[in-house]
């Protein structure tokens, strides 16, 4: 393993290096194009345009008679080009929905160039071997000649999109807007829909038909879940695609049975899988970190206000009260509040061992504040909102852990500081003592 | 006489998966499920391979097993993608078939000396060999296997629209009425997946994965066309079908080409005839009309 990682990536042996840079050039030119596909939410045109090329790389080989790859390549270029047109024309003008539209351009496109192809196969062309490249791609026998093809196309595909970044950009999030500011909407998406022809058209030679949309579509999922500036997201789309291409091409290198397609296409995946799981802020973790602290954030917040309830009924500050005298105003979990308590005793907000506990005076402070808060907004409800007094109990339990310093003050001196709430509760300051 | 009964076997096959795939393909459309479809056709490939593997055969139910098991998994990853990983649904689509159909070539990479299913047959299957397997014979009459094969699936689909005709409908039509008055959404939702991974399997040596999809959609649209009254759009998808298999077969032995790849291209010429001339939702009576 370790030896042929050095031989791959020491590039000593030609064939190695056309691999590499093929394979970087389509993964990376296909990734940025397919941000743009991806936020305007057509994804799966990609799909459509790599089925949709097969016919008309047949008709140009039947009609030119030899293999010439510009000459298949144009021909590619123009029946995926023909396939977007359709499919737009048969959601502009039936009731058909863009997936079923998507579905009926895929398959019978695919459906002809293969019955083309068939046909080429059996007139026993000397010259036709090879044509199934664009179905299956054929990364691992990148020669010299198609890394002249594959560096044009990314070359004019990243000029294209720096050029018309702004432009792009504006079609992509917020069409409507593009339109009303008087921008050729519809030119751009044109535009837009060519340079994903193109890439397609490259990169199918790579992964093949179906792997395809998978170029567009995974590195620029992966992306997003790190950022949300989208220059940034293009970068790291063509840097995950660029990975992912030369660890496919590693594998089949190392491993000469295994097809370079479909790793690149499990590599990506598993980025992508990656992104969305350890990702900051937009990683399912981080997500699910948060959610869980704020609810045990919340959690922390009841017991310290039932604590210090309990303490205003009675009036008795230097008590211990027992988790089971708690347990018996709430429907809680011993088990959690156990744990809570705990949390709060290393924050110093409570004192005590195992079942009994008091407040500390910062637990005191805080289980007031949230008390405070919950009656400022029941009586903010009842005077200012007109919310009849049984109904208001609801939405302060909630906003007892949302209202802030900040907005509490701003509720306090608008009700002009009150002493009872709607219930005739009394409505606790920091400066009293009960 | 012999050569009769070849042109007819295939016809009769072509017909069936048309017809079986049709049925489901309506109630594909009308949820807007078109492309999951699409992915399911392809990512049962894995599961193929595997109880292939396991049971040395195409058409086992172990292989049925595998493959309707990846076809609940997959509308099950893509929902997963979707809600929980916040990755928009075309892109939870593209995502999820295009890793399982990876991983399903990378088997049979892996397997080669010991498989005999190629990319080629995955792409568009063998619908030419059908009358070659002969499964048994009855009145001196030979029947392929597949025939046999593809009549059951195309009993079983229809039994079970037939029979849960109204769920089916309902959880299309208004998912919001079933809800209320009790019908499972998500039974049926599963249940819809489950006979589409199947009918894709089994369709799957005789037409391959990708032009399968094209039995789901194409027909169905072409109905979706043509009439206002579900039944009907049932029965008409069902003729398109069958119309496409008959002039596909003679299409295909003319340019002495893919079965599969001529009917798939008939059904698009049907569509265009639809989206052209249609009554009420074609493009030129569209296009008088305003």
């Known amino acids: 393993m370790l030896r042929s990682f050095i031989e791959f990536f020491s590039f000593s042996d030609p064939n190695v290096v056309y691999v590499v840079v093929g394979t970087l050039l389509i993964g990376a030119s296909s990734s940025i194009v397919g941000c743009f596909t991806v936020l305007r939410k057509r994804s799966l045109v990609g799909d459509a345009i790599a089925h949709a090329v097969l016919p008309g790389v047949c008709l140009a080989f039947l009609l030119h008679g030899e293999k010439d790859p510009l000459i298949l390549l144009l021909g590619a270029f123009i029946s995926g080009w023909i396939s977007i047109i359709v499919i737009d024309l048969i959601v502009e003008n039936t009731r058909i929905k863009t997936d079923a539209a998507l579905g009926i351009v895929l398959s019978v496109f695919f459906g002809l160039g293969i019955l083309l192809l068939t046909h080429i196969q059996k007139t026993g062309n000397a010259s036709q071997s090879g044509l199934d490249s664009f179905l299956f791609g054929k990364a691992a026998s990148i020669v010299g000649a198609d890394l002249y093809t594959f560096g044009a196309v990314a070359v004019l595909l990243m000029v294209a999109v720096f050029a018309f970044f702004r432009e792009f950009t504006l079609i992509s999030f917020d069409p409507n807007y593009a339109q009303s500011i008087g921008m050729p909407v519809k030119w751009y998406q044109l535009v837009l829909s060519s340079l994903t022809v193109l890439a397609v058209t490259v990169g199918i030679q790579a992964v093949g038909v179906v792997l395809m949309a998978a170029l567009l579509i995974t590195p620029a999922v992966a992306a997003r879940f790190w950022t949300h500036r989208l220059w940034l997201m293009i970068v790291l789309a063509a840097l995950i695609g660029a990975i992912a291409n030369v660890s496919g091409a590693f594998i089949s290198y190392a491993a000469p049975r295994m097809p370079t397609g479909p790793w690149i296409i499990v590599v990506l995946t598993f980025l992508a899988m990656f992104s969305m799981f350890f990702a900051p802020q937009r990683g399912f973790l981080s997500k699910w970190r948060k959610a869980r602290s704020s609810k045990a954030r919340i959690f922390e917040e009841n017991v310290l206000k039932l604590l210090y309830q309990l303490e205003e009924k009675d009036g008795n500050k230097k008590v211990d009260r027992s988790i089971q005298e708690m347990l018996k105003r709430r429907d809680w979990k011993h088990s959690e509040v156990k744990a809570a308590l705990k949390r709060l005793d290393r924050r110093a907000l409570v004192t005590g061992q195992s079942e009994n506990w008091r407040l500390s005076q910062e637990g005191r402070m805080e289980g007031q504040r949230i008390v405070r808060i919950h009656r400022l907004w029941e009586l903010y409800l009842t005077t200012v909102m007109k919310v009849a007094p049984d109904h208001v109990h609801e939405t302060a339990e909630v906003m007892e852990h949302i209202i802030n310093p900040p907005l509490e003050k701003k509720l306090m001196r608008l009700l002009n500081k009150p002493e009872r709430d709607p219930h005739d509760s009394p409505i606790p300051y920091a400066e009293d003592d009960i | ?290």
């Open chain 2, 1 to 290: 006489m012999d050569f009769w009964f070849n042109d007819f076997w295939i016809i009769l096959c072509g017909s069936l998966v048309a017809m079986s795939c049709a049925i489901l393909g309506c109630f594909l459309i009308l949820r807007k499920m078109a492309m999951v479809g699409d992915a399911i056709s392809h990512s049962v490939l894995p599961g193929i391979v595997v109880a292939f593997f396991l049971s040395g055969s195409l058409s086992s139910w172990t292989v049925m097993l595998g493959a309707t098991s990846l076809g609940l998994l997959t509308t099950f990853i893509i929902e997963m993608l979707n809600k929980r990983g916040g990755v928009q649904a075309d892109a939870a689509i593209g995502l999820t078939f295009t890793f399982l159909f990876a991983v399903g070539v990378i088997l049979i990479a892996a397997n080669s000396g010991n498989l005999h299913i190629d990319q080629d047959c995955v792409l568009h299957g063998e619908i030419a060999y059908i009358p070659l397997d002969i499964g048994t014979t009855i009145a001196g009459i030979e029947i392929p296997r597949q025939a046999i094969i593809l009549s059951v699936l195309f009993f079983v689909i229809s039994t079970l629209v037939y029979l849960g005709y109204r769920g089916l409908f309902l959880t299309t039509f208004d998912p919001e009425y079933a809800d209320a008055i009790g019908v499972k959404t998500t039974t049926w939702h599963y249940l819809l997946m489950a006979a589409v991974s199947l009918a894709t399997v089994v369709s799957f040596e005789s037409v391959g994965a990708i032009l399968v999809v094209a039995f789901l959609i194409v027909p169905a649209a072409t109905a979706y066309l043509l009439t206002d009254h579900f039944p009907s759009m049932l029965l008409l998808s069902c003729v398109v079908g069958i119309l496409s298999s008959f002039t596909g077969y003679y299409l295909a032995v003319y340019l002495d080409g893919s079965i599969a790849g001529a009917i798939s291209t008939m059904m698009g010429v049907f569509f265009s005839l639809a989206f052209l001339f249609a009554p009420k939702h074609g493009y030129l009576a569209k296009r008088l009309s305003t």
